[in-house]
């Protein structure tokens, strides 16, 4: 990742304590070596919310300002990805939400807030890279007609996956429930370091 003013990365590491400058990681791939700035550092005692508000929050104010945005987890098998992305809905006052239901909460508090102002419409696709095939998970037909995926980019510069299905989305809830339901469409598989992990990459796109 190159250091911009656009693109800044959160590391989330153990050990709880991390004093000092930011730091960068430099790991040897090949000739030369991949070097990462990490321009925040969260330790390993962070709460979801302190990790929303540093590595999140601004993308999506400003993606509902009109700008695009993204937020990546990387990290090998059982580093705490999908724990930082999605988190859990227990216990009920939602301290263990992740960066996913914190951005859907927040996305729909500013809507509301502005709705005397603005029309807001929000549409959904999600698509998980598995095996090196794009496969769309909120796809409803039969598996022998189900098109290819593709991804593409529009002479304005956004890129997007063809013949990925796109639903719109009446609410808060119904984004949420679609959410949880095209995860269980997830490849899963066990390996020696994480009994659930995922075995793919997922990308969950809201256009507004």
């Known amino acids: 990742m190159a250091a911009s003013s656009a693109s800044e990365s959160l590391s989330r590491v153990e050990p709880a304590t991390l004093p000092g400058p930011p730091m960068?990681?430099?790991?040897?791939?090949?000739?030369?070596?991949?070097?990462?700035?990490?321009?925040?550092?969260?330790?390993?005692?962070?709460?979801?919310?302190?990790?929303?508000?540093?590595?999140?929050?601004?993308?999506?104010?400003?993606?509902?300002?009109?700008?695009?945005?993204?937020?990546?987890?990387?990290?090998?098998?059982?580093?705490?990805k999908s724990w930082t992305m999605s988190g859990s809905?227990?216990?009920?006052?939602?301290?263990?939400?992740?960066?996913?239901?914190?951005?859907?909460?927040?996305?729909?508090?500013?809507?509301?807030?502005?709705?005397?102002?603005y029309t807001f419409e929000v549409k959904l696709f999600m698509v998980e890279l598995y095996l090196q095939s794009i496969i769309d998970l909120l796809y409803t037909g039969d598996d022998a007609d189900r098109p290819a995926l593709a991804i593409k980019k529009e002479r304005t510069g956004n890129v997007y996956v063809e013949n990925s299905t796109v639903v719109d989305i009446s609410g808060k809830d119904n984004l949420n429930e679609?959410?949880?339901?095209?995860?269980?469409?997830?490849?899963?598989?066990s390996t020696e370091m994480n009994?659930?992990?995922?075995?793919?990459?997922?990308?969950?796109?809201?256009?507004l």
């Open 24 to 80: 960068s990681v430099t790991r040897t791939l090949a000739p030369p070596p991949l070097t990462l700035p990490v321009f925040l550092s969260a330790p390993g005692d962070a709460t979801q919310r302190e990790v929303y508000e540093r590595a999140a929050q601004p993308v999506v104010r400003s993606f509902l300002d009109g700008y695009h945005g993204t937020v990546f987890a990387y990290g090998q098998t059982g580093a705490g």
């Open 89 to 117: 809905d227990s216990p009920a006052d939602g301290t263990n939400l992740g960066i996913i239901p914190r951005a859907i909460n927040e996305i729909y508090n500013i809507m509301e807030r502005e709705a005397k102002r």
């Open 178 to 189: 679609t959410y949880e339901k095209a995860l269980t469409h997830r490849k899963v598989a």
């Open 195 to 207: 009994a659930g992990s995922s075995r793919s990459h997922l990308i969950m796109t809201i256009l």
